[in-house]
């Protein structure tokens, strides 16, 4: 062992001696890749938004047969904007291509809702898809890949690809409530009047749809006067309860609304942070929502992917246990639950036939 004296004399007379090597890339696979949130993520990947600015990566990225062209015109993109740290692109429409070697998958692509379709349908045709990509992650990802399920109905989609793809561990799929749980932070900061970046601990808990539970009363935004709980500083329970909920479960068809398309970058964005949390971990008494497969935490029913509080170090999450929760809390958390439940039983009818 060198004594750390010895060591800054050493760094001091020499400093390559200690520079640190330079990052291997890592490869990131998206698919949906040609589609709106993949035109949005790309090139955040590819600045480092997702895993840092000094590592490198390698897209794969996978859309449809009929979309090859438009991914093409992703990829001339991406050698257009001259990012640093991109150091190489797969485009394919092919799933064992995709999925080969890759280290972190964001899965974007699937089926889409469209009008008139009941929610059964649109999860028939997605679980037929979620099996095939099961298969492509369990054979051809490299081993401990992390998978994000974008894709709606997100988390139902990330149960089928668990259940597909046993030789991969639960711990390793999640689905996207972040920004669900963003929008909260978002709702917070407007009402307060303070930044964003003051106001953490939101929980979103549940399904992404319109039955999850967005909850303040453990947040918290930081003052002149220190850290204070969201619920004293707005001090209007009817708004905590009702106007706040409904408005971040909401937020999505409001967007549609106004944008004519659903929200694209803030969910680009959302899956940024997710996997970057997951991966560099979260900042230190902060926590953020993931959905993850129920553990049972909370009276929530295991079998299911279940939006929760988490905190994440090394790249490993766990669910924030000895929240506090109270009739109305526990009423809005099992709807949610039952809901995913629902939806369970729907997947599995789909997946025998
Ligand atoms: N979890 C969340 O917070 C959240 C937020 C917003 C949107 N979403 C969901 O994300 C998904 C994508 O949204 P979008 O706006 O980018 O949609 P989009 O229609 O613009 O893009 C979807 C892309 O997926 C591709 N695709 C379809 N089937 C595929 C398959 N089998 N393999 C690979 N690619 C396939 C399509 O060709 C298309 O290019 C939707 O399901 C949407 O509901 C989730």
């Given at each position: 062992m060198i004594p750390n004296s010895l060591l800054q004399r050493l760094a001091s007379w020499c400093p390559w001696l200690l520079r640190e090597e330079p990052k291997q890339p890592v490869k990131v696979l998206v698919t949906g890749a040609a589609g709106q949130i993949g035109y949005a993520i790309v090139p955040m990947i590819a600045r480092g938004l997702m895993l840092g600015p000094d590592q490198p990566v390698?897209?794969?990225?996978?859309?449809?047969?009929?979309?090859?062209?438009?991914?093409?015109?992703?990829?001339?993109?991406?050698?257009?904007?001259?990012?640093?740290?991109?150091?190489?692109?797969?485009?394919?429409?092919?799933?064992?291509?995709?999925?080969?070697?890759?280290?972190?998958?964001?899965?974007?692509?699937?089926?889409?809702?469209?009008?008139?379709?009941?929610?059964?349908?649109?999860?028939?045709?997605?679980?037929?898809?979620?099996?095939?990509?099961?298969?492509?992650?369990?054979?051809?990802?490299?081993?401990?890949?992390?998978?994000?399920?974008v894709a709606n109905p997100a988390n139902t989609n990330a149960l089928v690809l668990k259940e597909f793809a046993p030789v991969v561990p639960a711990k390793n799929i999640s689905c996207l409530t972040r920004l669900d749980h963003n929008r909260a932070l978002g709702q917070i900061a407007e009402k307060l009047g303070v930044h964003v970046g003051d106001v953490r601990n939101a929980v979103v808990w549940g399904n992404h749809s319109s039955t999850q539970f967005p909850d303040a009363s453990h947040a918290t935004a930081r003052t002149e006067h220190g850290e204070r709980p969201v619920a004293?500083?707005?001090?209007?329970?009817?708004?905590?309860?009702?106007?706040?909920?409904?408005?971040?479960?909401?937020?999505?068809?409001?967007?549609?609304?106004?944008?004519?398309?659903?929200?694209?970058?803030?969910?680009?964005?959302?899956?940024?942070d997710h996997m970057r949390d997951w991966v560099l971990g979260t900042p230190k008494g902060t926590w953020v929502s993931m959905g993850v497969y129920s553990d049972g935490s909370y009276g929530v029913?295991?079998?299911?992917?279940?939006?929760?509080?988490?905190?994440?170090?090394?790249?490993?999450?766990?669910?924030?246990?000895?929240?506090?929760?109270?009739?109305?809390?526990?009423?809005?958390?099992?709807?949610?639950?039952?809901?995913?439940?629902?939806?369970?039983?729907?997947?599995?009818?789909?997946?025998?036939?």
């Open positions: 390698v897209l794969h990225m996978l859309d449809i047969p009929r979309m090859a062209d438009a991914l093409n015109g992703v990829r001339m993109e991406l050698v257009d904007a001259a990012l640093p740290l991109l150091r190489g692109v797969v485009t394919t429409s092919d799933e064992a291509e995709a999925f080969q070697g890759v280290n972190f998958a964001v899965l974007i692509g699937g089926w889409p809702r469209k009008e008139g379709m009941e929610r059964k349908d649109l999860i028939a045709k997605n679980v037929a898809i979620y099996k095939s990509q099961a298969a492509a992650l369990q054979q051809h990802a490299a081993p401990n890949c992390k998978v994000l399920v004293e500083l707005v001090a209007d329970e009817k708004w905590l309860s009702e106007e706040f909920v409904s408005v971040v479960q909401q937020r999505g068809a409001a967007v549609i609304k106004a944008r004519k398309q659903s929200s694209s970058l803030s969910a680009a964005s959302a899956a940024c029913p295991d079998g299911i992917f279940y939006s929760f509080p988490v905190t994440c170090e090394k790249g490993e999450w766990s669910i924030v246990q000895g929240l506090q929760i109270d009739d109305f809390a526990r009423s809005k958390m099992e709807l949610s639950a039952n809901e995913l439940d629902e939806e369970r039983s729907m997947a599995y009818e789909f997946v025998s036939t």
